[in-house]
């Protein structure tokens, strides 16, 4: 297939996969899609080390949101030898910590997830995305506000920094809220996903005709 440009989404990591593609080559991102995932910036080392008193309960605070997973994840070695084959355990917890309703992701899905991180190589392969943040925040201070539309797609855990990250990294972006919904979206509300993805996409349509 000779595709020249597309239209880009991503979700979580993804997201701040498919920004870097945009920035570094725009030519080929015609239109930019970000759920819940931007590209790491120099705010990510004001995380917590502990959590305010208070605030780390059952369900992500989020005002207050303890992501002790991102400092665990930095670790090397050591992840893989705990999690071997208990990936499951770590996978019921984040679930049940972000979403609204983590009924909506299936334990089909749920066991598909783990048997694939179950192995050392592979957590060892995704945490090493984790690993390259510092580089990540070192190339996005050289990096300008993207020019092509954006659409960023926030739930209930993220809509607070994208009201004010968004703005920062792109010039021409709208912002929808799926307020009912965690981190993981796509399970919670597809509908509302896809809602907004195809609403995005339509009015580009229409206005470059």
């Not at 917890?93 to 983590?102: A, H, N, T």
């Not at 920094?161 to 965690?182: D, M, S």
Request: glycine share 6%.
């Amino acid at each position: 297939m000779d595709i020249n440009k597309a239209y880009v989404l991503g979700h979580d990591i993804g997201g701040m996969v498919a920004a870097s593609l945009a920035h570094n080559y725009p030519e080929v991102v015609e239109r930019l899609i970000l759920a819940d995932g931007l590209h790491p910036n120099e705010g990510m080392m004001q995380m917590k080390l502990f959590p305010p008193a208070g605030t780390f309960n059952e369900k992500i605070d989020l005002q207050q949101p303890y992501t002790w997973w991102m400092s665990f994840n930095q670790v090397k070695a050591l992840p893989e030898k705990l999690l071997e084959g208990r990936y499951r355990y770590l996978l019921d917890w984040l679930f049940d910590y972000v979403m609204v309703d983590s009924s909506k992701m299936t334990d089909f899905e749920k066991d598909i997830y783990a048997s694939v991180y179950d192995q050392p190589k592979r957590i060892r392969a995704s945490n090493a995305w984790y690993q390259a943040f510092s580089q990540d925040i070192e190339d996005a201070k050289n990096y300008s506000k993207l020019q092509m539309p954006v659409l960023g797609i926030a739930s209930n855990v993220s809509s607070g920094f994208y009201q004010y990250a968004l703005p920062a990294l792109a010039e021409n972006y709208e912002l929808v809220n799926l307020k009912n919904t965690g981190h993981y979206m796509f399970e919670e509300d597809p509908s509302g996903v896809n809602e907004a993805i195809m609403v995005f996409l339509k009015k580009i349509k229409l206005g470059d005709e």
